[in-house]
């Protein structure tokens, strides 16, 4: 006789999510955790009419037991396994465990230091933080690989422990210069370099000046500039509700959409750019970078909403041969660039041409964990709206996420209500200093109570550090 394979678990429950939507199968879905005699497990659960049972396990605690789960390899962490749990799973009441409800698991997140984070960081650890923003150093839009835009803002934040990069996700920004308690953030690894980002369950609360000082921020991003050597651009096209669509002919007046299961007006088709460019800098080092969309428009003059052939845009990126291309980039992913004259060759910041590359392997892979992360992050799915221009509609999403999560304040939802002006100024990927911009994005907000203007002492102070070279904090 064989034995049938013993697919029973007994926990805890925590951290019950709230019911998310997959896009790709139109199925439901929520997660937990399951704090087991070990170890936690992550539980996924598609039987979501059994959401209130999972909330009030874990509010009251109770020991469960979950028979004929599915295990299934982690998604999030490698090595381990994801436990699954489907309409056959059936979920009883443990009599007793022999081990207790931990308060320490990660249904409580522990307020800490920069310093104690970065000291032992564990990826995807939720941790809270309170820390002063000390510069904007990224903005884009990041966009899934379902085509769901959403906004993300990096900044240099501190306290005065230590310095790291926080990724926040959603139209908002925060104003340079105050201080912040996030929580709810978590701890990722982007090349070499720990960095911390909300998730929807973040909440960011302004609150009064912890510290006059604070720890100088490590830089995590590094410049460089050289010759364009290879370059090849992509476009993807994109329905008015965000499909990808495999062929556009731009003289026709209609495209079919499979996604949509009908036909859109090919007027309001939408492209995205992406680039692959090689550098070849002083030294005769060859290095790759991607450049998205939104850095591409704005290097090349092509404003948002328009469509040129990608061999043109090769060809201006080609074109000055006067010109270096110089680049502020994280690894392979790069976060701004422009064309600088030859003459300005004296500032290269020699750091940079002594930075080994990393392998191609290791950047797809932060490329991927970026995308990974923003899935895992934000795969609701909201409604979409056919009438919504794409720009309109991107935003609204990004806004009703917001609501949802209540990731702000009332008083930091005051600050910058213009993402999208933000984004589509030719500037916006600065040209300019970080200071500029966050004068810009805060000064535009008429309704704010909070002082835009950001401590002279610590933007000089940044800006003298973002060409540090990036001391890795972990092996
Ligand atoms: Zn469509």
Redesign the pocket.
């Known amino acids: 006789m064989l034995k049938r394979t013993k697919t029973e678990v007994e926990g805890y429950l925590h951290d019950v999510s709230p019911v998310k939507e997959a896009a790709e199968r139109k199925s439901k879905y929520f997660t937990a955790s399951l704090q087991e005699a070990t170890k936690n497990s992550r539980v996924v659960i598609f039987d979501v009419q059994r959401h209130h049972l999972f909330t009030s396990a874990q509010n009251d605690r109770t020991p469960v037991k979950l028979t004929d789960v599915v295990f299934s390899p982690s998604r999030q962490k490698k090595g381990e396994t994801d436990i699954l749990v489907n309409q056959g799973t059936s979920f009883t009441c443990a009599r007793k465990l022999d081990f207790a409800f931990d308060l320490c698991s990660e249904t409580i997140i522990l307020h800490q230091t920069l310093q104690s984070i970065l000291h032992e960081p564990r990826e995807y650890q939720r941790v809270n933080i309170t820390v002063k923003l000390l510069c904007l150093t990224e903005q884009t839009e990041s966009m899934t690989r379902r085509f769901k835009k959403m906004e993300r803002r990096c900044y240099d934040v501190a306290d005065e422990t230590g310095g790291i990069s926080l990724t926040v996700w959603g139209p908002e920004a925060l104003t340079v210069g105050k201080w912040y308690k996030v929580t709810n953030t978590s701890v990722r690894l982007f090349g070499s370099c720990f960095c911390l980002s909300t998730s929807p369950e973040s909440h960011i609360t302004m609150v009064p000046d912890v510290a006059d000082e604070v720890a100088q921020i490590v830089s995590n991003y590094k410049t460089t500039q050289g010759e364009v050597v290879t370059a090849d651009v992509n476009i993807e096209y994109l329905?008015?509700?965000?499909?990808s669509?495999t062929s556009v002919n731009a003289s026709t007046l209609m495209t079919r959409?499979?996604?949509?299961s009908?036909f859109?007006r090919t007027s309001k088709i939408s492209s995205v750019y992406r680039a692959k460019v090689s550098l070849q800098d002083k030294c005769g080092t060859i290095t790759t970078f991607m450049i998205e969309d939104i850095v591409l428009r704005t290097l090349l003059n092509v404003p948002k909403g328009t469509t040129v052939e990608t061999d043109t845009l090769v060809g201006k990126l080609f074109a000055d041969e006067n010109s270096l291309l110089q680049v502020k980039y994280r690894g392979q992913r790069v976060m701004s660039a422009e064309f600088v004259a030859l003459e300005c060759e004296t500032t290269h910041e020699p750091s940079t041409s002594t930075t080994p590359t990393t392998t191609a392997a290791r950047e797809v892979t932060d490329d991927m964990s970026d995308t990974l992360m923003l899935e895992e992050l934000f795969e609701e799915d909201t409604k979409e709206r056919a009438s919504d221009p794409q720009n309109e509609q991107a935003l609204k999403q990004g806004e009703q996420k917001i609501n949802k999560a209540t990731l702000f304040t009332k008083g930091t939802i005051a600050a910058s209500k213009q993402p999208q002006k933000s984004l589509s100024a030719d500037n916006a990927i600065n040209h300019r200093s970080d200071a500029d911009k966050t004068k810009t994005s805060a000064g535009s907000d008429k309704t704010s109570s909070v002082s835009a203007e950001p401590s002279a002492k610590h933007l000089k102070k940044t800006q003298g550090n973002n060409n540090v070279k990036a001391n890795k904090k972990n092996p």
Do not use: G, I, T
């Open positions: 329905c008015p509700k965000q499909h669509l959409c499979q996604q949509c009908a859109c």
